[in-house]
């Protein structure tokens, strides 16, 4: 029997995106309640955090400068700090595991096939260039924050209001989404339909930064030659296109310790995951139970010693809302404004302004 049975990766990724599903549902009924003044009866699901990378690499500096977690969104850098912590062991397993964007991208390319048949692949060229994005956008996050923005300029914006209500920012992206926004996102579903996994193969910086650290971690693709075929169904079904059957160990940064590749061949010994070479394959069995079970004990932990929720009352999430509230239904009434009317308006102001300036004695009156 394979030692990576096909149902392991599904089971532990629909796990995952359950949790999320829950945790940005609970988010929403936590700030529909704060929109009316009302304090909710449950806490604000701190989880919501790991959808604020940029946040978290603030924080990160912040931590490595002052040895300390800021109290603004310390869960967001808790998770930053696990995530990037898998690669070290499992290269960007968590894109292929965990990560709910991956998940529904994988899927969304699944369900292509009633349509095409064809798999498109872009140039060889063009696949490079649009490759090399996700390691400039990641790049340029990196440069800006880590280099350019002072001590002070993190604490100020850590302090920030945008930054303490980022969260709440975020949900309204979603939920009052602007026409723009609408097509940039029906774009990338799109070209998901048609490129395998192109958010994560060209646009991704979180996938990019964890491949760079994957480089150098333990776990690996291994090929024994002397038990490859040659078949070559290992590089046909890779999510990453990696000419697998050229080498001996996979070091490739777009590798994201699937085990497709292995669930693929039909020998047993030509393919395995492992820490080094000469050891036995691990189990998907395994992997799954310890997916699981790290995140789960990291995020018992965080909360256990107060690094998971953060120290903004509630109090001042209600006020940030109803602000909120109050200019966006400002913004509605003068959206719902006749056009026209507004024209006339403006038309009877001009005469008005100019009576006013024929006719002094009128003026004076005034």
């Known amino acids: 029997m394979k030692p990576y049975p096909i149902q392991a990766r599904p089971w532990v990724q629909i796990l995952f995106l359950l949790v999320v599903v829950f945790i940005g ?7 529909s309640c704060i929109e009316k003044g009302v304090t909710p009866y449950f806490e604000r699901p701190a989880g919501v955090e790991a959808f ?14 002052t ?9 967001g850098l808790v998770l930053f700090l696990m995530i990037s912590f898998t690669a070290v062991l499992v290269k960007k397993g968590f894109c292929s595991w965990v990560c709910p964007v991956g998940t529904l991208s994988e ?28 390691y400039v956008i990641a790049g340029f996050f990196m440069y ?53 996994h192109f958010w ?34 290992c590089e046909k079904n890779c999510p990453g296109m990696i000419p697998i059957q050229q080498k001996t160990v996979v070091h490739s940064l777009e590798c994201s310790a699937c085990l497709t590749c292995i669930e693929s061949c039909p020998e047993k010994k030509a393919l395995k995951f492992t820490g080094c070479a000469g050891r036995s394959s691990l189990p998907a069995a395994v992997m799954a139970l310890g997916w699981i079970l790290f995140f789960s004990s990291g ?68």
């Not at 549902?25 to 700030?31: C, E, G, P, T």
């Open 25 to 31: 549902a609970r988010f929403y009924l936590f700030v």
């Open 52 to 65: 604020l990378p940029i946040g978290a690499l603030v924080s990160l500096k912040h931590l490595l400068y």
């Open 67 to 75: 040895g300390t977690i800021n109290r603004i969104h310390p869960s």
């Open 107 to 134: 899927y969304v390319y699944r369900g292509r096939r009633p349509l095409f048949q064809k798999h498109f692949q872009m140039p060889a060229v063009a696949d490079i260039l649009l490759r090399a994005l996700k």
């Open 144 to 196: 800006q924050i880590f280099y350019k923005m002072p001590m002070d300029g993190i604490e100020q914006f850590i302090q920030s209001p945008y930054n303490r209500f980022a969260d709440i920012h975020m949900l309204k992206f979603f939920t009052r989404m602007s026409a723009t926004a609408f097509t940039v996102l029906m774009s990338l579903v799109a070209l998901s339909i048609l490129f395998r």
């Open 200 to 233: 994560c193969r060209y646009l991704c910086p979180y996938g990019a930064l964890l491949g760079i650290i994957g480089l150098a971690g333990l776990g690996k693709i291994r090929r024994d030659p002397s038990h490859c075929t040659g078949c070559g169904r």
């Open 299 to 366: 995020i018992t932990l965080a909360i256990v010693t107060g690094k998971w929720q953060n120290e903004i009352p509630v109090q001042a999430y209600i006020s940030h809302a109803v602000s909120m509230n109050r200019e966006v239904n400002s913004m509605d009434r003068m959206d719902g404004i006749d056009p026209e009317k507004m024209q006339r308006m403006a038309l009877m102001m001009k005469r008005l302004q100019e009576a006013r300036k024929n006719d002094p004695q009128q003026g004076k009156g005034d």
